[in-house]
Every structure is written in C-alpha cells, then in structure tokens.
C-alpha cells in the first residue's frame, strides 16, 4: 500500500547548522509530496509541497525536492534557527484528498 | 488569520463511556477531515465529510466512530464506548476545495483509562 516513512528523531543542532529530514515513500502512483511543522501547541501547518517529480517545494529556507527515482522528499534547510524547533511531518496523497502521513520527526535547535 | 478550532485540548475519559472531540472549521471551508496519532505512531486519516455526508473513511472508521455537522459551524468526533486503544491525539482539518491545502487545528489529546 501507500506509506511514508521518515527518519526518527529528535534531530539535535546547533543553530546556524544545516538540517536534512529523510522522508521517503512508496506509492502505486504518482502521489503529491508534503511537509507540514507542528510547533508547539499548535495544529499542523502545511510548510511546503511539489506535486510531480523534479518539482522543488521551498517556503521560509526549507526546500525539498520531489525525486522519483529514489522515492524520496527530503526536507533541507540551510542554517536552522531555534524558532525552526518543532515536529515535522512528510505526507502524500494519491488520486485522493486524504493526507497519509510519516510519523514525524522532532527537531530541537540549540543556541 | 483564520484557523481551526478543537476543543477540549485535552480529554480524560473512562473505557466504555462516550467521548464527544469538537471542532470548528474554518467558515468557507467545505470539506472536513479527522486523523488520529497514536503515540510514536504515524498520524492516520480516520474520515472525511463532504455535503453532510461522509466521503471517505479508512477502517479504523468503524461502528464505534461517527461524525456529524450539528449546526453549520460545529464539526464533531463521537466515539460511542472508547477503548484504552482509541487513546491518541485528534486532529481536524478543513480545506476550501478538494485538493486543496487543508488546514489542521491544534488537536485534542484523548486519553482512555
């Protein structure tokens, strides 16, 4: 079936360092590919999204890159911010509006 | 800026009774969504609703779960006899159009015991 998986957390930096989340999925078609960030005490929040491979979704310094040779959607930002600390979340859709989702992955930065 | 509301944040409930999640969508919006995250699980599409009716529901969606849009505004979660397992967070969603980005509330933490 459809699935997402994720890398496992926390993801520990230092501030200023560069952050890659792995996302990668499987799908029987050609999904659309999510991030969403959940800061504390909040919903979550759609961050970025690319809906057809070699599509770059980018949104406040994040990007991530929709490849289909490798199933993956990994999530990169370039220098991290403590404001960026919250849980981030890949997710798809195919042929459908129901979101599947990883299980998320916890970043804490550090001053 | 408009968001999705849910209440309580957090629910405490004994197994067998019936719990009620609450939620205010976004008031243009016309397609709304529960999902669930069990902890350290993934979060799980549970159902969606569309023109009062269900549109899609997974198989976690079974005869204990209803959802219902009481007066245009509100959107709700029953869970008639709750089981220690149905304790996770919920979250609801609502999005404009299908397809379209949905937008989450805060969610609300059940917990059976």
């Known amino acids: 079936g459809n699935s997402v998986t994720q890398m496992e957390g926390p993801v520990t930096l230092s501030e200023e360092a560069f952050l890659t989340i792995n996302c990668t999925y499987t799908a029987t078609g050609y999904p659309s590919l999510f991030w969403y960030v959940q800061y504390p005490g909040e919903g979550l929040q759609l961050l970025l999204k690319?809906?057809?491979?070699?599509d770059k979704g980018s949104n406040k310094g994040f990007e991530a890159t929709y490849r289909k040779e490798t199933t993956s959607f990994h999530l990169e930002k370039g220098s991290v911010q403590v404001s960026d600390s919250a849980v981030y979340f890949c997710?798809?859709?195919?042929?459908?509006?129901?979101?599947?989702f990883g299980t998320g992955t916890r970043l804490q930065v550090f001053p | 800026e408009p968001e999705v509301t849910q209440t309580p944040s957090h629910q405490v409930t004994q197994m067998g009774q019936e719990v009620i999640l609450r939620c205010v969508p976004i008031?243009?919006?016309?397609?709304f969504y529960w999902y669930r995250q069990i902890l350290g699980q993934k979060v799980e599409f549970l159902v969606s609703f569309y023109n009062n009716e269900i549109s899609e529901k997974s198989e976690i969606f079974d005869d204990q779960f209803s959802v219902e849009r009481p007066d245009g505004s509100n959107f709700t979660l029953k869970i008639r006899s709750t089981k220690l397992e149905d304790s996770a967070m919920y979250f609801c969603?609502?999005?404009?159009?299908?397809?379209?980005?949905?937008?989450f509330g805060q969610g609300t933490r059940l917990t059976v015991v």
């Open positions: 969603a609502s999005s404009e159009g299908w397809g379209t980005e949905a937008f």
């Open positions: 690319a809906t057809k491979a070699d």
């Open positions: 008031s243009n919006h016309l397609y």
């Open positions: 997710a798809l859709t195919l042929n459908t509006d129901k979101l599947i």
